[in-house]
């Protein structure tokens, strides 16, 4: 493994909707590199020669994990990580952290330099906000089906509550990047 002392990933966790991606966005447009969980299902998806949809995207998210083992996305996305960081990136954002197991990994595997952060709103605001996406939007049952499918199959629930940080997103997403530019000051991530 790399040493990466003053090195961060910096990683966001959250139901669908919470705003995770407006985050991960803020800090590409900042120059960040950055990984991406959802990448590594739809490539999946389309080399299995698939439509990129909801369904398909859970069943491929399930199957890799029940091939590969819970933790097998993390592992895929240390290795970008890594590769970011030998690349002389100080820094690197990672969206889309799922499982407790994948949580674990990044601990124990990046230790202090892996920096967890929970982007939560509440329910009604999520669901409205993935009806709405011009990308893959979702009917208010098709989000109850993935957050369901997300707590209870992939064990989201744990990561979520043993985040490092959290940042609150009820609807003003100028108010929370202000709060994320204010939390990476004050644990001295320079970007």
């Known amino acids: 493994m790399v040493t990466m ?9 959250g139901m669908p909707g919470a705003g995770k991606s407006v985050c991960v966005e803020h800090l590409k447009s900042k ?3 950055s990984a991406y969980f959802g990448g590594i299902t739809i490539d999946e998806v389309k080399a299995r020669g ?29 290795t970008q990580i890594e590769e970011h960081f030998e690349k002389g ?42 009806s709405t996406r011009p990308v893959r939007p979702l009917t208010d049952q098709e989000a109850t089906e993935r957050d369901y499918a997300e707590i209870e199959k992939l064990e989201k629930g744990g990561p979520i509550a043993n ?16 709060s994320l530019d204010e939390l990476l000051v004050r644990v001295s991530i320079e970007l």
């Not at 952290?97 to 709103?121: D, G, H």
């Not at 985040?163 to 202000?178: F, G, M």
Request: glycine fraction near 4%.
């Open 5 to 13: 002392q003053q090195n961060k990933a910096i990683i966001f966790v």
């Open 31 to 33: 120059g960040l590199p």
């Open 50 to 78: 698939m439509e990129v949809n909801e369904a398909n995207e859970r069943l491929v998210r399930e199957d890799i994990r029940v091939k590969e083992g819970k933790g097998a996305y993390a592992v895929r996305i240390i």
């Open 89 to 130: 990136h100080n820094h690197v954002v990672v969206d889309g952290l799922y499982s407790w197991t994948e949580y674990k990994i990044f601990k124990e595997s990046l230790e202090e330099n892996a920096v967890i952060i929970a982007v939560i709103a509440p329910r009604a605001t999520r669901h409205k906000r993935l």
């Open 163 to 178: 985040a490092d940080y959290y940042l609150s997103n009820n609807d003003n997403p100028e108010q929370l990047l202000k």
